[in-house]
């Protein structure tokens, strides 16, 4: 099963509004990854967070993680119909230093920008 | 361009058939990583390779194998292919594997009729 289940499954908006995407995940975490993908594309990744940061910041993108309720967010602010892709959050288990890179990733979330 | 490369990128064949995929990582890169993606299953994450050697398993069916070469790239081999295998196949490479962001390439389709 998927470590990361992400809500909205499908977020619909219009240009300039900010696009909020949530993933919660099981296990313990060496850090939390969020990932684009255009239709039919690869994936693209936007920005990593350890797990002993608590917010990071990228150009229009803010991500958040809670580990005491496995947690995250990614914002996407003042969208762009270019906006409009898949995200994915992924996770890389804490596995005690065996878990070579390995990435669990969510189902995703369709977002939608309206021009 | 993530610099990752996968050949081809449409295969179309029947079931039964034998496919190869064909990836080349980014330069530098030691990691390799297959994922595939499909409607129903999601990004599953099958095996990953680390300068030539097998690193980690995942959900890879005993009909699907792979290997790095010595040039780093990395060949997936899928065998006596069945409906349900139709799906996006990703390559993916990193520097060196843990903290390290994946680099995707485009993906080859797989359609089995």
């Known amino acids: 099963s998927q470590q990361g289940e992400e809500d909205p499954q499908a977020l619909s908006i ?3 509004e900010n696009a ?10 060496n850090n939390l990854q969020w990932y684009r993908q255009n239709s039919g594309r690869g994936l693209v990744h936007l ?6 940061e608590r917010e990071k910041h990228s150009g229009r993108l803010r991500v958040t993680l809670d580990t005491s309720k496995k947690s995250s967010s990614l914002l996407i602010t003042a969208s762009r119909a270019a ?3 898949s995200y994915f959050c992924a996770t ?11 990435l669990t990733f969510g189902q995703g979330t369709i977002l939608t920008v309206h021009p | 361009d993530s610099g990752v490369t996968q050949t081809p990128k449409h295969l179309i064949t029947a079931t039964g058939q034998r496919v190869t995929l064909r990836c080349s990582p980014r330069s530098g890169d030691l990691s390799v990583y297959w994922y595939q993606q499909s409607l129903d299953q999601g ?3 099958l095996i990953q390779y680390y300068n030539g050697e097998e690193r980690a398993k995942g959900n890879i069916l005993e009909r699907f194998s792979a290997q790095q070469f010595p040039d780093l790239h990395s060949e ?8 349900g295998d139709s799906a996006l196949y990703f390559c993916a490479s990193s520097p060196v594997g843990t903290k390290s962001p994946l680099h995707f390439g485009n993906g080859t389709r797989l359609t089995v009729t």
């Open chain 1, 92 to 102: 890389e288990p804490n596995a005690g230093g065996t878990s070579y890179g390995k």
């Open chain 2, 43 to 45: 990004l599953q994450f």
């Open chain 2, 76 to 83: 997936l081999n899928l065998s006596s292919l069945e409906l």
């Open chain 1, 83 to 85: 906006d409009t892709a």
């Open chain 1, 47 to 52: 920005i990593l967070i350890r797990s002993n």
């Open chain 1, 14 to 16: 219009q240009e300039g």
């Open chain 1, 20 to 29: 909020t995407m949530n993933c919660s995940y099981k296990t313990s975490i």
